[in-house]
């Protein structure tokens, strides 16, 4: 019988294994191709080992019309957007975390509802309302929406990590002589930095990814971002530049691993409330 299970607890070990190797393969398989695609002279669809090394694809596109232009448009973009997203999340989900209201469990719905409502379903009003608001093929409008569109989302993750900060820091705040908008600049915050950075990844990674929306709101070709001059390298009748698209691919996915790479030890250190609070 002993023998029987653990028979049984190995073969579904090995069934999980397998499982795992199958979704790890999925991931690995897409970027070994454009790692090996981007010093392929020869590159094609297939993932296989170049035909010899060459950086000829890189040469080819690190130029300012290329790459160097829509980059720098990509970073004023989402860094601008993230940076009023996260501010704005902060700003409200703090009252709906620390004060009780009829109102606040409507509100969250709405803003789940929100979060649930595809890009595409509503580009046609808001592209017909920039139209009379003079706002398209402008860089803040497109800001604006950007930041309008991870909103809903980046304050229901704020408030979640806002509700583990205990309520009797900012009460001894209070006692002090802070504000509300002090203690939350100075006592929130900064005890939720692994929250803020939380939001800060999410919300910037799904601007930096984002094609059809500055696709939709700008028309002039200097201020489209990466995300929409990549398509550039899709040619007209099926031709594709691969080697020089997987070599924009990697300088494209760089600022979004050293934004990880930089706040990832934030990540893991959670809340620094170790003392903070005697019972």
Known sequence: ?????????TTRRLAA??????????????????????L???????????DGLTLDNFDAILTSDI??????????????????????????????????????RPFL???????????TAIMVPVYALFVQVDLIDTM????????????????????NFMDGVPRELEEAAWTDGASSLQSLIRIVLPLMGPGVAVVTVFSFVMMWGNFFVPFMLLLTPDQMPASVSINDFFGNRGMVAYGQLAAFSIVYSTPVILLYVLIARRLGGGFALGGAVKG
């Open 1 to 9: 019988m002993a023998v029987t299970l653990a028979s049984r607890r």
């Open 17 to 38: 294994d397998a499982g795992l190797l199958v979704v790890a393969a999925a991931f690995v398989l897409p970027l070994a191709w454009v790692v090996l695609s981007s």
């Open 40 to 50: 392929d002279p020869h590159a094609d669809l297939r993932v296989k080992a170049p």
């Open 67 to 104: 790459t160097f232009t829509p980059l720098l448009n990509s970073l004023v973009l989402c860094g601008s957007a993230t940076l009023l997203t996260v501010s704005c999340a902060a700003l409200a989900a703090y009252p709906l975390s620390r004060f009780r209201s009829r109102f606040n």
């Open 109 to 119: 719905l709405t803003i789940l509802f929100a979060t649930s409502l595809p890009i």
């Open 140 to 159: 803040h409008g497109t800001i604006f929406f950007f930041a309008a569109s991870q909103l809903p989302f980046a304050i229901w993750l704020m408030k």
